[in-house]
């Protein structure tokens, strides 16, 4: 009786250490590396300033728009423009 289960458990670790999908445990000989992404600056798309926002272009073509609880851009009186 000790025999058999001293097999038993033996044969229940040798299982353990089996991995349970066999397609997991395959490696493909060559791993392709990611393909770096060149991130472009965002830029300020000026026509959509107001007093209190700012809104950019993202490299991947969506818009960020930044608001601010105090004024951003005003007009100065005292400027020639």
């Given amino acids: 009786m000790k025999k058999m289960i001293a097999k038993l458990l033996v044969f229940s670790m040798f299982c353990s250490i089996l991995p349970m ?7 493909p000989k060559e791993t392709k590396k990611p393909t770096p992404v060149v991130q472009k600056k965002k830029k300020e798309l000026i026509e959509k300033r107001t007093e209190i926002s700012k809104t950019y272009q993202n490299p991947d073509g969506t818009l960020t728009t930044e608001i601010s609880p105090s004024p951003l851009h005003y007009k100065d009186p005292s400027s020639k423009q």
């Fill in 21 to 27: 999908n066999p397609v997991a445990a395959e490696h």
